[in-house]
């Protein structure tokens, strides 16, 4: 059974900066993608960004320039770092990773509990 933990949310004024962190755990033997979500209030949850196992990044339009993801092979670990935060930005984000576990099963590990982050104007 894999597990994700993430946290580094917080309130913080617009302009300011945040950092994520995802943590996978579990029976896991490799981890393939790594995405973030977020969901705001009424909306429908989105892709913000994406790293694949090789390091290729992908961003949302509205978040590139600004959004930096990272990941750490060793700690099983995906980084948001979230500069020149908008209001718009507010949202509980996700994370999701796809891993190979160590009984060599590809599995879809689909969001934690997810972490608030709250931009004031």
């Known amino acids: 059974q894999v597990q994700l933990v993430e946290s580094g949310g917080g309130l913080v004024q617009a302009g300011g900066s945040l950092r994520l962190s995802c943590a996978a755990s579990?029976?896991?033997?490799?981890?393939?993608?790594m995405d973030w979500y977020r969901q705001a209030p009424g909306k429908q949850r989105e892709l913000v960004a994406s790293?694949?196992?090789?390091?290729?990044?992908s961003y949302a339009d509205s978040v590139k320039g600004r959004f930096t993801i990272s990941r750490d092979n060793a700690k099983n670990t995906v980084y948001l770092q979230m500069n020149s935060l908008k209001p718009e930005d507010t949202a509980v984000y996700y994370c999701?990773?796809?891993?190979?576990?160590?009984?060599?099963?590809?599995?879809?590990?689909?969001w934690g509990q997810g972490t608030q982050v709250t931009v004031s104007s």
């Open positions: 999701k990773v796809v891993v190979t576990t160590i009984s060599r099963v590809l599995v879809s590990i689909d």
């Open positions: 579990g029976s896991i033997f490799s981890i393939n993608g």
């Open positions: 790293v694949t196992s090789g390091g290729s990044t």
